[in-house]
C-alpha cells in the first residue's frame, strides 16, 4: 500500500516520522513524503540527534538509526509537493509531530490542510501523533464548520508534557519547546464537540519511559474508525504497529 507522510522542511521528530517509516516499509509498503516544494529533501530537528540539552532528552539509540537509514533511501529526497497529492492515490496517511520552530510551516499550511481535508473524507486510514493531531484539529469539515475531530475521540501530546518540557529547558533554550502561545492539548479539545472531555484521552501519566520495539507496556494510543491518534514520540512503536493494523482492516485501503 501507499502512505503519504507529509513533512516540514525541517525540524519534525525524528522518532515519530522514522519507526513509522521503518515499520511500515519493513512490512512491505511504500511511504511517501510530501513539502511544500516538490524536491526538498527534509531535515528532521537537529538537537533531538545530539541531545536536546547536556546531550539528553533526545531521541533513542534505535529512532536515530532508523533516521540515518530514512536519509539514505530515495523516498526522503524524491518528496512530492503538498499541492500536487492526489488523495485518492494513496491508502492512508500519516501526520507526525515534532515542536521546534519549522514545524510551523507544516502545522499552519492551509493548503495542506486542504490535501488533508480530501483524504479524511475518503475514511481510509489517518494516523496522527503528537504536533500531528493539530493539522486534524484545525482542518475543518465543509458540511459543518467544525474542525474533522469535533466528533472524534483523540489524543495528543498532553499539556502536563508539554509544560514540563518548556519549564526545563526555557532557562537553556527559550521557547523551543513551545511551538505556539497555546498547548497542544487545549487546541485540539477546543476543536471537540462540546463534550471534550469525554473525547479526549490522555492517557497515564508518563515523563520519560517510552515504548520500545518489544515492550508497549508505557505506549498509549486511541484508536477511532479509521483514525489513530498517539502522545509523544514514546509512543511511536505501537502507534506504528496499530497504524498497519488500520491498513489491514479498512476495506478499500
Known amino acids: 500500500m501507499r502512505v503519504l507522510m507529509p513533512v516540514p522542511d525541517r525540524d519534525f521528530d525524528v522518532t515519530e516520522v522514522a519507526v513509522p517509516w521503518r515499520l511500515l516499509t519493513d512490512a512491505g509498503h511504500e511511504v511517501v513524503f510530501a513539502v511544500e516544494r516538490a524536491g526538498t529533501r527534509p531535515a528532521a530537528d537537529a538537537r533531538l540527534l545530539t541531545g536536546v540539552l547536556l546531550g539528553r532528552l533526545g531521541a533513542e539509540d534505535e529512532p536515530k538509526r532508523f533516521y540515518q537509514q530514512l536519509a539514505a533511501a530515495p523516498e ?32 499552519g499550511s492551509a493548503q495542506l490542510r486542504a490535501k488533508v481535508r480530501e483524504f479524511w473524507a475518503l475514511g481510509r486510514p489517518v494516523g496522527a501523533i503528537c504536533h500531528g ?3 486534524l484539529a484545525r482542518t475543518q469539515d465543509p458540511d459543518t464548520g467544525r474542525s474533522v475531530l469535533a466528533g ?31 498547548y497542544v492539548e487545549d487546541e ?35 484508536r477511532d474508525g479509521t483514525y489513530l491518534s498517539a502522545r509523544w514520540p514514546g509512543d511511536a512503536y505501537l502507534f506504528a504497529r496499530r497504524y498497519l493494523d488500520l491498513l489491514r482492516e479498512t476495506p478499500g485501503a
Open 188 to 222: 485540539v479539545r477546543a476543536a471537540l464537540d462540546d463534550a471534550p472531555s469525554s473525547r479526549f484521552e490522555r492517557g497515564p501519566r508518563e515523563l520519560t519511559r517510552r515504548g520500545t520495539a518489544s515492550d508497549d507496556t508505557h505506549a498509549f494510543v486511541v
Open 152 to 182: 472524534r475521540r483523540t489524543t495528543c501530546l498532553p499539556k502536563y508534557m508539554e509544560r514540563t518540557a518548556y519549564l526545563t529547558t526555557a532557562w537553556r533554550l527559550g521557547r523551543y519547546y513551545r511551538t505556539y502561545p497555546a
Open 76 to 107: 526522503f529526497s524524491a518528496t512530492v509537493a503538498w499541492a500536487d497529492v492526489d488523495a485518492t492515490g494513496y491508502d492512508g496517511l500519516l501526520l507526525p509531530g515534532g515542536h521546534a520552530p519549522g514545524m510551523r510551516q507544516y502545522l
Open 133 to 135: 493531531v493539530l493539522v
